[in-house]
């Protein structure tokens, strides 16, 4: 008997959402976004998508929107959000639903983040716990991450940030959108973990010098210390251990290349979008 219920997303007005409300509805299935109250960023959910507004942070309010839901996209805030309503929010997920996709991190696939320290590894291991059918999709950084540059190139063109020898093999946020689509719309997924990644490792200067060719613009690169970007990074919002750990990584990434795998080609049956496909999609955030 095919699925019937809804599918339910969270996070679902930030980069990953709309593409996974856009794949989802393409599969016929009734979808649901879940929305918080007075998101300025609402319009991004496609129409003929089901709003419900809620707050991860108060699971009572999530309740509303796992009616008649057999799967669940989930994606946790960890930069605006403790951890300390996840048992909960799980807890309400496996009354109602019956599979999950959540979007993790390659750093738990490395191992560089420990159980304990409240984040996709924890998440990981709390999911693990119920009975969910579950898939993990252990992501490398999102190329709309290159979105936080904006502002440096649209002025002076110049930018500065440590570690521009670093090299990742950044993933279109749209390929993971579509590999949890199917993770949760088709059969043999339950117990994966995918490692999803681009298809090739550029040096974050390389992505940068992509984006200038893209928009008709010479862009340059300068490594700073990273002691002067960890204070910007927590002025921006970032806890100081997420500061320390993503620029740990980038260090660790000069001295060896991100890792790349076949995962988005292997669920999707085709290869995964180049860095320079997403900057051509999105140049106008640049110019």
């Known amino acids: 008997m095919p699925d019937s219920g809804a599918i339910l997303v969270t996070g679902a007005t930030g980069n990953l959402g709309p593409h996974a409300l856009t794949h989802l509805l393409a599969t016929g299935r009734r979808v649901r976004a879940l929305v918080l109250p007075g998101d300025p960023r609402a319009d991004r959910v496609p129409a003929g998508v089901e709003v419900v507004h809620g707050d991860l942070a108060r699971p009572e309010t999530v309740e509303p929107a796992l009616v008649d839901v057999d799967g669940v996209l989930l994606m946790w805030p960890f930069f605006t959000l403790r951890v300390d309503t996840v048992p909960a929010v799980l807890d309400l997920i496996s009354e109602h639903a019956r599979r999950i996709a959540f979007v993790s991190s390659i750093g738990v696939h490395i191992g560089l983040e420990a159980r304990d320290n409240n984040c996709h590894s924890y998440l990981e291991s709390m999911i693990e716990k119920t009975d969910l059918e579950w898939t993990f999709l252990q992501t490398t950084g999102f190329a709309s991450n290159a979105r936080g540059l904006a502002e440096q190139i649209r002025g002076d063109g110049v930018v ?128």
């Not at 689509?181 to 298809?199: D, E, F, N, Q």
């Not at 893209?214 to 340059?220: A, Q, T």
């Not at 690169?221 to 002025?235: H, L, N, T």
């Open 160 to 287: 500065r940030f440590p570690y521009g020898a670093a090299a990742r093999s950044s993933v279109h946020e749209g390929d993971v959108a579509e590999v949890a689509a199917r993770a949760l719309t088709t059969p043999g997924h339950a117990g994966a973990r995918y490692v999803t990644t681009g298809p090739e490792t550029l040096t974050q200067a390389q992505q940068v010098a992509i984006i200038g060719e893209v928009i008709g613009r010479e862009l340059r690169w300068e490594d700073v210390p990273a002691s002067v970007a960890r204070e910007q990074m927590i002025a921006q919002g970032w806890p100081p251990s997420y500061a320390d750990g993503a620029l740990d990584y980038f260090a660790q990434l000069v001295q060896e290349s991100e890792l790349v795998t076949t995962a988005v080609h292997d669920v999707l049956g085709r290869p995964p979008r180049t860095f320079r496909e997403w900057a051509v999609e999105n140049a106008d955030a640049f110019r």
